[in-house]
């Protein structure tokens, strides 16, 4: 049934309450309809500005913009109710009210955003462009069923959680930069952030009523700040310029060492705290009205990021990349410590470690879930008295922390927990309100009282209150947005029943057909759960072609192409971020055949087929015909021409006679000419036997040269041998450096190159030498250099002298230049004067094992040195080369080679034969690696391109292999450099003699 009322001027407003219409008339005021026919209420006033009619109590309340809001009985009885609103309303334009499903009211104004009031009439929030929304201009409000409050606002529609558990405290606050810790002290919160600390005084967010949250900061204090604690009457903040104690408005600087990451308030120790930085732990305590420093812990290499007491004699620290430190007080006056370290080794995962007291134990946080401290085994394990996803290990957790009710909270893999135990006491995981976080890191957890827990970190501030009733398991149904074929739109979003009511459900009648051009379909669909809508997914299934349902996906589109002809229904499911399904949607579509696959096609095929079968057999008929016509007339011209090749295969005949003759004439020519053949022979025969005279000559020339070959090459091997005997055998440097060995393959029999080693008191000498050329010359330079070596070392040990390194080098260049006679000389041609140059490039090591020290002189050569750690020498200049160092990156271990570069001038004459030679002292670390060398590898030729090594790809092998042992290294470089000379499958020749010697102290 239709009703149809006419105004008496104009209608302006309608409303439906509780089942109730209303309409407003400008001339008549406010109507009400009863028994089909539209009446003035029995009360005095008329009101013509209602701008909402809202249920109130048992009756309803009209909100007017300007005269404020009245409780109306339905009947005659009509109420001013006192509201927070009335004057607000009046400047801010009211447009619109709702009613909210906890009963109470959001009003929609033109000038000032949304107000939001309780039954008592107490505004409980405004939100207005200064909150963060998109514009004060509002027309519309509608609640949706998961705690959303939707705007139609002047510039767009927005959506605002009015039931949240989270409140935000960002840019809009004054909070622009990343917090990194946060304290509750005296009911206010301090905030610690990169650019100073602020304050918020957490009364103004607990309230019922309506108040805009104070926070304040220390203009005064704008040093990014690391950590904070609480501190006997004040709070204690660390930075890079050391701890500050803040007390009656005052900030005190109470200790400064290098850089302060993390401060911690003992809670057994009166007036200390306990301060970690960069390799440091120190206790801090004030006694007599300083502060009085002592050290715990110093010169280690880990940044301390977390501090806590397990006891009153027990200090625990956690770094980011070297594990757990365990400090143990011998005393607690000056808090001497025994210092335990935990790394893998004891059970703690690689990586950020971030220790806890929590529960009677020690705890820590790890990449690989937590882990707690077992007394008894001294190691760490994983905490299984927990839910399985903080220990097995698939999972990294972090800001551990615990409420007043010991329920332990934490971050896993970027989203945060609270494990509570049941009534049972089994421990379960809780997570549900916090999917939906958005962070990029969070850096604190601060649980409150009364439910309240407090995030920190790169998005600002995030209070969560429990208490809030978030509507997380509200049911919604799947959408399907649109239906696009061939880019034309055939569905839009929504379905209507036949009397135009809206259903999500498909009629049967509005099942679509679509021809086969139109093959190709594009659904696009839409989850309407509004909690982090980036993380709903969705899963499919088109009935009739799809196997099984898809996987899930962030995608919420799918294509079919080049579907075959049937009927199809596509379904379609959603998933938001709390794991909750939506109500399916289907599609019901039908894809017609193509024309040439239907009924009457096919009969139309048939009667085509039969004409067709019936045109083929008559003209095959016609074509029998006309091929036996054709082929009489081919069996008679056939004949002609057998008849007329008869006469052809005569006249050939006439031919081969004539030929016949003609090759009996060849043939005796050929005769003639064999016996001229025969008289050439024997010459030749004649020359041959000269020749075999010839070389039995040059046979016996050959087997002489081959004796005296033979009698030269036994003289050089048995040089080989004195030479072998000379230098002493590789099995005595391995018992003086366990970790070492020596490459030496000379490029003739005898050696150029050659080492030397002698042990000398508590002093190892390791010697690497290149003598000018190879082969026999230089194998008579290199006994000369090891009798001079040797000479030096005799006289050493006899303690005649006690040379460095740098003076063993000059002494056996003062030698070689008297034994070979090395003095001026002036050429044949000019007046120029030369010098000889013969002589020696070497490089020298002296290690003193017992002062961990290592002296190195070196003519033209240099020493590599491979380190883990910083490097460290005394020389200044040497330093310089030091910090050029080429740096590598092997298996998360980081080590530098440094060159230590030898005096450019050479063991024999040199233009200024006085200058002395450098003396390198060096401090040796544990695993450090040097290495000696001539430069035969460098300057070898080979590779792909036949190309020389050199030494840029030498410091990288050195480099790669520095970690391996001796034996495995040597073994790499003799396969390095027998690779090298083979090159692209050319063999080349080795250039000149390769000595390599490695060695770890």
Not at 493 to 510: C, H, K, M, N, R
Not at 517 to 546: H, T
Request: hydrophobic letters at 35%; glycine letters at 6%.
């Amino acid at each position: 049934k239709t009703t149809v009322w006419k105004p008496k001027s104009s209608f302006f407003t309608a409303f439906m309450c509780n089942g109730q219409f209303f309409i407003q008339d400008t001339k008549n005021g406010l109507l009400i309809e009863k028994q089909d026919s539209l009446v003035q209420p029995d009360i005095e006033e008329k009101f013509g500005d209602i701008r909402a009619i809202l249920p109130y109590k048992s009756h309803f309340m009209f909100v007017t913009g300007k005269r404020g809001c009245f409780a109306f009985d339905g009947k005659n009885k009509l109420e001013k109710v006192s509201t927070q609103t009335e004057d607000i309303l009046k400047n801010l334009s009211l447009y619109k009210g709702i009613m909210l499903p906890d009963s109470s009211y959001a009003f929609a104004t033109l000038q000032g955003g949304i107000l939001i009031m309780n039954q008592k009439g107490v505004i409980k929030n405004i939100i207005n462009e200064k909150k963060g929304l998109l514009s004060n201009l509002v027309y519309g409000l509608f609640a949706d069923n998961q705690g959303g409050l939707w705007a139609n606002l002047g510039n767009g529609l927005a959506r605002i959680e009015i039931s949240s558990p989270f409140t935000y405290f960002n840019k809009f606050h004054g909070i622009n930069d990343v917090i990194q810790d946060l304290t509750v002290f005296k009911n206010e919160l301090y905030i610690s952030s990169l650019e100073g600390v602020f304050v918020l005084n957490k009364s103004t967010v607990d309230t019922e009523g309506f108040q805009n949250a104070t926070l304040r900061k220390f203009e005064d204090f704008k040093t990014q700040i690391y950590s904070s604690s609480v501190f006997n009457d004040g709070i204690l903040f660390s930075d890079s310029g050391g701890v500050y104690y803040y007390n009656k408005q005052v900030f005190t600087n109470t200790f400064h060492n290098a850089n302060e990451i993390c401060v911690k308030a003992s809670r057994f120790h009166k007036n200390v705290y306990f301060v970690g930085g960069s390799g440091t732990i120190h206790a801090i305590k004030f006694e007599n009205n300083k502060w009085i420093p002592f050290e715990i812990y110093d010169k280690g290499i880990e940044d301390i990021y977390y501090l806590t007491e397990s006891n009153s004699g027990t200090l625990w620290a956690s770094t980011v990349n070297h594990g757990i430190i365990k400090c143990t007080f011998k005393d607690t006056l000056n808090f001497n410590s025994e210092i335990e370290k935990y790394d893998s080794t004891k059970g703690v995962p690689a990586g950020m470690t971030e220790i806890n007291y929590t529960n009677n134990k020690v705890v820590t946080g790890t990449v690989k879930g937590i882990y707690y401290y077992n007394e008894t085994k001294n190691m760490f394990l994983p905490d299984t008295s927990l839910d399985s996803t903080l220990f097995d290990g698939k999972n990294m957790v972090y800001l551990l922390n615990t409420d007043s009710l010991n329920n332990l909270w934490g971050m896993y893999n970027k989203s945060i927990f609270v494990e509570k135990n049941d009534a049972n006491g089994k421990s379960l995981l809780f997570d549900l309100p916090f999917r939906r976080l958005k962070f990029t890191d969070m850096y604190k957890i601060l649980p409150d009282v009364n439910g309240i827990c407090w995030f920190g970190g790169t998005n600002g501030l995030i209070r969560y209150d429990e208490k809030a009733q978030a509507k997380y398991l509200s049911s919604f149904s799947t959408i399907l947005k649109h239906v696009v074929i061939s880019k034309d739109t055939v569905f839009n979003g929504a379905y209507s029943d036949s009397t135009g009511i809206v259903t999500f459900t498909q009629p049967e009648y509005l099942n679509k057909s679509f021809k086969f051009k139109n093959n190709s379909e594009i659904f696009e669909f839409a989850c309407p759960s509004f909690d982090n809508e980036e993380s709903n997914s969705y899963s499919y299934f088109l009935e009739g072609y799809d196997e099984s349902w898809s996987e899930w996906t962030f995608e919420n589109k799918k294509e079919y192409t080049n579907l075959p002809e049937g009927n199809y229904t596509f379904h379609v499911k959603s998933k938001n971020i709390y794991a909750l399904e939506g109500k399916e949607t289907t599609f019901c579509f039908e894809i017609l055949p193509p024309w040439y696959r239907t009924i009457l096609a096919y009969f139309v095929f048939g009667i085509a087929l039969i004409l067709l079968i019936y045109l083929i057999v008559i003209v095959n008929t016609r074509r029998l015909r006309k091929a036996n016509i054709r082929l009489e007339g081919i069996v008679t011209e056939r004949t002609q021409e057998i008849r007329q090749q008869n006469v052809e295969i005569l006249q050939q005949k006439e031919e081969i006679t004539a030929q016949r003759d003609e090759i009996e004439a060849q043939r005796d020519n050929l005769l003639v000419l064999n016996e001229e053949i025969n008289q050439q022979k024997e010459e030749i025969e004649s020359q041959r036997d000269e020749i075999e005279k010839q070389r039995d000559f040059v046979s016996q020339q050959r087997d002489q040269i081959a004796f005296h070959n033979k009698e030269m090459t036994d003289s050089i091997r048995y040089a080989k041998i004195i030479q072998s005997a000379i230098m002493h055998p590789t099995e005595f440097l391995k018992s003086l450096l366990p970790k070492s060995f020596i490459f030496f393959r000379p490029k003739d029999i005898v050696s150029g190159d050659f080492y030397w080693f002698t042990k000398i008191r508590d002093k190892i000498y390791v010697a690497a030498v290149d003598c000018t050329g190879h082969g026999v010359p230089g194998g008579f330079m290199s006994m000369l250099g090891m009798s001079f070596l040797n000479e030096i070392a005799s006289n050493i040990k006899l303690g005649v002298v006690n040379y460095t390194a740098s003076e063993i080098l000059f002494e056996l260049r003062k030698m070689v230049i008297k034994s070979l006679n090395q003095t001026e000389f002036e050429t044949d041609d000019s007046s120029e004067k030369t010098i000889v140059k013969d002589g020696m490039d070497v490089a020298l090591c002296i290690i003193d094992k017992e002062n961990k020290l290592l002296e190195f002189a070196g003519a033209n050569n240099p020493l590599y040195v491979v380190k883990s750690s910083k490097f460290k020498a005394s020389n200044p200049k040497f330093q310089e080369i030091a910090d050029d160092s080429v740096n590598e990156q092997f298996d998360k271990l980081t080590v530098s080679l440094v060159e230590v570069k030898g005096d450019k001038m050479p063991i024999g004459a040199y233009f200024d034969n006085e200058k002395p030679f450098t003396n390198h002292i060096i401090d040796i670390a544990e695993n450090d690696s040097f290495y000696i060398f001539t430069d035969g590898f460098a300057d070898q030729f080979g590779g792909e391109a036949g190309k020389k090594y050199k030494y840029n790809k030498r410091k990288q092998l050195f480099l790669k292999n520095s970690v391996e042992s001796s034996q495995t290294q040597h073994n790499l470089i003799k396969s390095e450099f027998d690779n090298w000379t083979k090159g692209s499958g050319n063999d080349f020749e080795q250039i000149d003699d390769v000595l390599i010697i490695g060695f770890k102290i």
